[in-house]
């Protein structure tokens, strides 16, 4: 009886602390759009003579190049910690939905075993907790599909599946 309350505190708590940090915040840094203008610094030697624009700078100490570097790993850093807290959120519903399949097969095994009042009162258990699985079950549903919207709006920015799962080069 006592795994059964500490298993809905549990499950209350989880739900009102998770409930409030579900929503995935939108990408800090959005795609810049080019001009005509950008296009004259990557023309061939072919094109114009001389060294192109873009290679001016290639094996010194380029601030551009940097500063792309470090976006870059700010971009990075953005999916890992996003992905990382979804999927840690998904595991979490994973475990409480388990833990109350489990604590209504006992409630279960405890309504088969006993008589009278006490078939009663487990009957009750078991229907209470089979409300809580369904709870923890649609909880668990929202967060696959939090993660898959994530996973898509990834894709259509041109991030790659790794970064999400904090896989880097």
Request: hydrophobic share 30%.
């Amino acid at each position: 009886m006592t795994r059964y309350f500490l298993c809905l505190l549990l499950a209350a708590a989880f739900f009102y602390s998770a409930s409030a940090s579900d929503a995935v915040e939108p990408q800090p840094n959005e795609a810049s759009s080019f001009t005509n203008k950008d296009l004259e610094q990557y023309k061939h030697k072919s094109q114009e003579g001389g060294t192109p624009k873009a290679l001016q700078g290639v094996g010194g100490n380029n601030s551009e190049e940097k500063h792309a570097k470090s976006d870059k790993n700010k971009d990075q850093e953005y999916w890992c910690s996003k992905g990382r807290q979804l999927r840690k959120k998904l595991d979490m519903s994973r475990d409480e939905v388990n833990a109350l399949k489990e604590l209504s097969n006992e409630f279960r095994e405890t309504e088969a075993s006993s008589s009278g009042k006490k078939k009663l009162a487990a009957r009750k258990n078991v229907r209470k907790n089979e409300k809580n699985v369904v709870a923890a079950q649609r909880r668990l549903k929202e967060r696959e599909a939090l993660l898959a919207d994530l996973e898509e709006d990834a894709y259509r920015k041109g991030i790659p599946a790794g970064w999400l799962r904090c896989q880097f080069e």
